[in-house]
Every structure is written in C-alpha cells, then in structure tokens.
C-alpha cells in the first residue's frame, strides 16, 4: 500500500481532532495545536491509513507515533494499520520504530503480536501530570514555598493584575517573548530557538488553535504569560510558560492565576515533561506531581 504523507495544515484541525477526541491520550503531544506548532521542527507529517490517524518523523532515525482511532470500529484496524506501517519501514531500508507508546497502548500491541516487540521507556520524556486542586490551592506543608513565593509576588507589585491572553494584550506578550529570547540568549539554530518560534507563532495563531491564554501584569508590563487546552475530559495541558526570571514569585503566580481561571474544571494538569534538563526536573518535581505519564519507543524484537 502506497502512504501519502502530507504537512499538517491549519485547515486539517477538524480531521485531526476527531481522532484526539475518541482516543483521549493523556500524552502532552496528542493535541492539534502541539502537532501543528512542532512539525516543521521534526519533519512531522501525517496520512490516514485505514481510517487510523499515523505521524511519521522523518530524518535518518524515521519513526511513527502509536496510530489513533477514530471510533470503536476504526479501531480493530491497528494489526492491519502496523503491518502496512511495518512494509513501509522494509522499503525505507530503515528499522521500524513507534513512539509515543503509553504502558496500555504496549499492552494492546502485546495482545496482537504476542512477543514481537520490545518497549523502552525514557524517564526524561515522561509527562508530569498534577492534581488540579492542589495546583490551585497550594495546600499542605510540601507547597508551602510555592506560597511564600506568590505572596512576595503580591508584597512586591501590589498593582499586579491577571488577564485572559485577547487581541488587546497578545502585542505585550510577544514584546515579553522578545525579551525573553533575549535573555535566555536564543541561538538561531538551538533548542532555544526552536522552542521561542513555537512560541511565538502560538501567540499569533491563538485563536485559530482554540488555545487558552493568561498573562500576568506587574509594574504596567507584562511580566508572565502562558497558553494551554484540553488534552481530555479531565485533563488540561500546559503547553507554554514564560515570566522574566528576574521578577521573583512571576513563575508560581502565573500558574496558579492561570489554572484558576481558565482550567478550575478539570481534574488534572499536565504540564509537559523535563527533558532532562536539571533545573527544569527539579521545578517541576518541587510542585509534587500525581503521576507521571511515560512514553515509551517500540521496536521489534530480533528474529
């Protein structure tokens, strides 16, 4: 069978979200927004292939996330969707790869291919997943810092105020995305960079992409602003956060003003994983996670 890959428009929003919705992932990446805004950076495009939704990353590695279904029937089509996925690998020349395989989804793929594969988990790519109250209220002696830190906020800027992100406040927050590229000294090629023009073009196709915003004023300039939605019905996802370091408390209070405007409904945040980077792991560990989602690569076992 022939694949026909092809780019991820903002057009294909309502094809693509009909299979988030059935499947509801708890991965931080199985949302339009987060697909749209990253796959230019990892050669991302996606094909339906026997009514399953398939992302292929191409490069030297070349690998698929775990297909999506689209409804109850649909979904009896995984053995088939893996075989043709398989042949494509064979005439790739290239040794088939899965990700973004969660602990129930291996499970499904051991029910129909008993033995076939291996799963590899990597701790820096696990989601860290939260309790939306706690997140909100800060409650109990281990979060006790995290208010200490909102209170110096308020002590030191008591003319601060919380604003959903709007046409009226977007221009503010892409001069504060500015400064910030600035600050965290943006390579145009780095990782940085990367993770500054998704920002950026999150803030200007907001709306189009059905994101959540909130931005944080102190000192008559915006100080913090985040974007986020719904990864499924009880889970909210965090995609982006950025405050100016050197405005203490901007980070916890940004947080917690935004989950509390905009996501008080849900029962968890997920607030995307660390990649292993030190200082992140430690910030995002210090708020006491619920759980943390894995993700994990399949390949095939050896002959």
């Not at 805004?37 to 996330?65: C, H, N, Q, R, T």
């Not at 706690?134 to 003319?159: C, Q, T, V, W």
């Not at 927050?173 to 965290?184: F, P, R, S």
Request: charged share 30%; net charge negative; glycine share 6%.
């Amino acid at each position: 069978m022939r694949i026909e890959w092809k780019p991820i428009q903002i057009e294909d929003k309502p094809t693509l979200e009909k299979y988030y919705e059935y499947e509801q992932r708890s991965c931080c990446e199985f949302t339009f927004s987060n697909n749209y805004l990253w796959a230019p950076f990892y050669d991302m495009e996606y094909a339906i292939i026997e009514d399953m939704l398939v992302f292929f990353f191409g490069g030297e590695k070349p690998s698929v996330a775990m297909p999506l279904a689209r409804d109850e029937e649909t979904e009896k089509n995984l053995a088939r969707v893996i075989g043709i996925l398989e042949e494509y690998f064979v005439a790739l020349g290239k040794p088939f790869k899965m990700h973004l395989v969660t602990e129930d989804k291996f499970a499904r793929l051991e029910e129909l291919f008993p033995g076939k594969y291996t799963v590899e988990y990597n701790r820096d790519q696990a989601d860290y997943v939260y309790d939306m109250e706690k997140m909100i209220s800060l409650a109990g002696k281990k979060l006790h810092g995290k208010r200490n830190h909102i209170n110096k906020f308020k002590e030191n800027h008591p003319d601060w105020r919380y604003e959903s992100l709007s046409r009226e406040n977007v221009a503010a927050c892409v001069e504060m995305a500015e400064q910030w590229k600035v600050i965290n000294l943006c390579e145009e090629r780095g990782d940085k960079h990367k993770e500054f023009c998704v920002t950026l073009r999150s803030l200007e196709e907001y709306e189009q992409l059905g994101l959540k915003g909130g931005v944080l004023w102190a000192d008559g300039r915006v100080v913090a602003f985040t974007l986020g939605e719904e990864l499924n019905r009880e889970m909210f996802v965090v995609h982006i956060e950025k405050a100016l370091a050197e405005v203490q408390g901007a980070y916890p209070m940004i947080n917690q003003q935004f989950l509390t405007h905009e996501a008080s409904g849900y029962t968890y945040v997920n607030r995307e994983e660390d990649m292993g980077a030190e200082g992140l792991r430690k910030a995002k560990l210090s708020y006491y996670p619920a759980f943390l989602q894995e993700k994990g690569v399949v390949r095939r076992n050896a002959e």
